[in-house]
Nanobody
Framework: QVQLAESGGGLVQAGGSLRLSCAAS????????MAWYRQAPGKQRELVAV???????NFADSVKGRFTISRDNASNAVYLQMSFLKPEDTAVYYC?????????????????WGQGTQVTVSS
């Protein structure tokens, strides 16, 4: 079983920065993308940034130039550096891992979610 745990959320003023971290725990190897999604009150969950297993990255238009995503494959972690934050970035941010995971029980296609971390940007 793979578990994702986020950290780093909080309250920040507009224009400030935050760094979110997500670590995947469990005994596994695999080929999977790691991504950050967010969900604001009353809105659908949306993709913020993704880091593929091959090293590629992609960002939502609303965060391009302000957010960066990086991953540490050795520690099964992914990070989201958020700069020049805006009030509209306020949301619960979720870590996601999607792809092929191999444990002692075998290899399976899976999609995992973290519990989420609140980011609040004040104006």
């Amino acid at each position: 079983q793979v578990q994702l745990a986020e950290s780093g959320g909080g309250l920040v003023q507009a224009g400030g920065s935050l760094r979110l971290s997500c670590a995947a725990s469990g005994r596994f190897v695999g080929s999977y993308a790691m991504a950050w999604y967010r969900q604001a009150p009353g809105k659908q969950r949306e993709l913020v940034a993704v880091a593929t297993s091959g090293g590629g990255t992609n960002f939502a238009d609303s965060v391009k130039g302000r957010f960066t995503i990086s991953r540490d494959n050795a520690s099964n972690a992914v990070y989201l550096q958020m700069s020049f934050l805006k009030p509209e970035d306020t949301a619960v941010y979720y870590c996601n891992a999607d792809g092929d995971f191999c444990t002692m029980l075998g290899c399976y296609r899976r999609n995992y979610w973290g519990q989420g971390t609140q980011v609040t940007v004040s104006s």
